[in-house]
């Protein structure tokens, strides 16, 4: 069974940082791809940033291009959202999840990504 786990959410001030992490279990994940979405109070689940479980490539949202960083460590199962220069829109719940590779589709579209964590808080104050 197939678990994606995030950790890390919280309250920071604007300009601040956080890492997100998600552990992921329950079957061999390469080729997937990795990717973190968020949802705001009262808004569509949007993307954030995605990567290949090789780390070969990487995909941002304008929105979070030069703040946010995207990792994956193969060998602890686990992918990283380094988040810094934290501002309040960047508030909402942050979801992990994964894509097989048989999967098509954008890899900014939800759709396609087969397992999704529960989320994690992430607030950020004025």
């Known amino acids: 069974q197939v678990q994606l786990v995030e950790s890390g959410g919280g309250l920071v001030q604007a300009g601040g940082s956080l890492r997100l992490s998600c552990a992921a279990s329950?079957?061999?994940?390469?080729?997937?791809?990795m990717g973190w979405f968020r949802q705001a109070p009262g808004k569509e689940r949007e993307f954030v940033t995605a990567?290949?479980?090789?780390?070969?490539?990487?995909y941002y949202a304008d929105s979070v291009k030069g703040r946010f960083a995207i990792a994956a460590d193969n060998a602890k199962n686990t992918v990283y959202l380094q988040m810094n220069r934290l501002k309040p829109e960047d508030t909402a719940v942050y979801y992990c999840?994964?894509?097989?590779?048989?999967?098509?589709?954008?890899?900014?579209?939800?759709?396609?990504?087969?397992?999704w964590g529960q989320g994690t808080q992430v607030t950020v104050s004025s």
């Open positions: 999840a994964a894509r097989s590779p048989t999967m098509r589709g954008r890899y900014n579209s939800l759709a396609p990504y087969d397992y």
């Open positions: 329950g079957r061999t994940f390469s080729g997937y791809l």
């Open positions: 990567i290949s479980w090789s780390g070969n490539s990487t």
